[in-house]
C-alpha cells in the first residue's frame, strides 16, 4: 500500500512539474512590446516591471531602440538565439536583451 501511495504522490508530482505554461512565440512577445516597450513573462521575479519600464524609457530617451525581456524560463535554444528572433521581428534595428533565470543576452 506504501509503494502505491508514493508511486500515485511522485506520478502526480511529474505530471504537474511537466505542465508548463505555454510560453510565448518570439513573434508575440515581439507584438506586446511593440505596444508597452518591454515584455515579463508572468512568473518571472528577477526585476520589478516599474524597474523595466524606467530603463527603457531612459534608453529610448537616449536614442537606443532598447527592448528589455525577461522570461521565466530559459527558452529552446538560449537566450541570445530568442533575442535574435525578436529583432528579427522589427523593421527598424532594436537592441532586444533576453534576461532569464541562467542566461543574460
Known amino acids: 500500500m506504501r509503494t502505491t501511495f508514493l508511486s500515485s504522490l511522485l506520478l502526480a508530482l511529474v505530471l504537474f512539474a511537466a ?6 512565440t518570439p513573434a508575440e512577445i515581439a507584438e506586446i512590446v511593440a505596444v508597452q516597450g518591454y515584455y515579463v513573462e508572468p512568473g518571472s521575479e528577477p526585476v520589478s516591471e516599474a524597474e523595466l519600464i524606467e530603463l527603457a524609457s531612459t534608453m529610448q530617451d537616449r536614442g537606443y531602440n532598447f527592448v528589455p525581456v525577461v522570461l521565466a524560463d530559459d527558452p529552446s535554444g538560449g537566450a541570445p538565439a530568442f533575442a535574435s ?6 523593421s527598424v534595428g532594436a537592441t532586444v536583451v ?3 533565470p541562467s542566461e543574460l543576452a
Do not use: E, M, S
Open 85 to 90: 528572433a525578436i529583432v528579427d521581428q522589427f
Open 19 to 24: 505542465a508548463p505554461a505555454p510560453a510565448q
Open 98 to 100: 533576453v534576461l532569464t
